[in-house]
């Protein structure tokens, strides 16, 4: 009865959806006839002329020019694809020339099961053939405990290295006074009092921070120019069987990424304007890599200066929104020349003077993805969609692909255990998924978005809609999702 009575009206018993439209049109005629009978209609229908039609012919001019400035332009081809589809011969692909490259993991000596979880795997999966070496840091002095555990985790061949960041590198930038540091800590508790993750966590914030630049200038990693980054308690879910780093150099790439998924906006409501004010002081343009971050703001000009004017969170000085999206950094494959390079120290050392790292939780992951996409070109940038990769609850695993490009028979591959079933247009080399993870890469919005630069096909409006994204990793069940 209760759902009667609040959705009928005078115009009969319509569901609310319905009766919405109804009353609006009912109100909207009664306003015209009572303006028609007043006897003043002239002098406003002149006004309205005279104003209103004169600004949405401006809207109409400006609108077509702010979306052309904002596109994201369609490339001739695919600029990005997988490295290889399917497994290699490890036995062949390990006995090219190397790059010279480096796993890197920054863990606390607590964590001594998760690292050695997480190079067990990785050596299971990859490094047992590659043996790239692999640099363990800390801020804090290693224990015997953990550098005699994951000393022996490690296959035969690859070296471990226990190094120690070096003084100035971890924590509070040098130049921050004591009364700024007091400063910064209360903002941090204010944080964590309003449910920012890890926002009251002070060594979080320096671990965002040396992520998002010192990392680059350690001493330990000046000798290599690629590095991987791992993570405790990560997993890899197929078996990679080439080199990742010496195909980023043949394809000239400088970033590579597994996931991307939405940034929690309370972290970092001011770091995209941050971003953009750099980008305009320094005269970087705007290209298709960057116009990707946008989430496009329709509004007329006026309400979208006022948005960049008055710095409304997460809008650039046009007023346009940043759609959120960014690489989950604690997966990276990337170029160190780069990022230690004068171009992205730069940014960091400015976004390090607004202070954002503590006076709100800027993140690495952020921070990466504003850089690269501001900095590069976007063939750069590798979507290493063939590549199992778990953290925490959120995952990519490729559909696996046909069976004859699995390798069976082959000596190296032979004690890899079960796989999920091929896919058609899988890509992956022996993936096992696990089936009651969330996913997210697959039918993901944020990767379809941040490939929109290198992307020829690309999903339509309506396959959107239905959740298809021809950029997304196929899903071992539903190779379209
Ligand atoms: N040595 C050290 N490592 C840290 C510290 N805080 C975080 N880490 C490392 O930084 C990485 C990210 O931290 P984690 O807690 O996994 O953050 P999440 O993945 O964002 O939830 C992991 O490799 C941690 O081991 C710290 O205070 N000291
Ligand atoms: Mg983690």
Known sequence: MGYHHRTSSRLGTLPLAFDLPARVGQIF????????????????????????LPLLVLYLIDLPIHLYRTRVARPHQDLDQPFATGCLDPSVTAAQPRENATFVMLARNSEIEGAKATVANIERQFNRWFHYPIMFLNDAPWSEEFKDVLSRAVSNGTEVRFEVI???????????????KTKARLQMKKQGERGVGYGDMESYHHMCR????????????????WYWRLEPSVRYSCALTYDPFAEMARHDKVYGWTIALWEVGDTCPSLFKTTDDYRI?????????????????????PVRWFLGLFRVREHDNSGNKWNMCHYWSNFEIANLDFFRGREYQDYFRYLDSKGGFYSERWGDAPVHTLAVHMLLPPEKIHHFSDIGYEHDTLWQCPGNAPMDQQLLGNKALRDMGRMTLPSEGGTGCRCKCQENKRRRNINSQCTSELTRPVAFHRPSWWERHNGVYHYAV???????K
Do not use: C, D, H
């Not at 005629?29 to 209103?52: D, E, H, P, T, V």
């Not at 002081?281 to 000009?301: D, S, Y």
């Not at 196929?474 to 379209?480: D, G, K, Q």
């Open 29 to 52: 005629m009664l306003q015209f006839r009572r303006l028609r009978r007043s006897g003043r209609n002239g002098r406003r229908i002149k006004l309205l002329l005279k104003f209103a």
């Open 166 to 180: 070096e003084k100035g590198k971890w924590g509070f930038p040098e130049e921050m006074n004591e009364k700024e």
């Open 210 to 225: 040396f992520y998002s630049g010192e990392f680059y200038n350690l001493e330990a990693l000046r000798p290599y120019k």
């Open 281 to 301: 002081e320094k005269g970087i343009p705007r290209t298709p890599t960057w116009n990707a971050l946008l989430q496009v703001m329709w509004f007329p000009a």
């Open 474 to 480: 196929n899903n071992p069940n539903n190779p379209r």
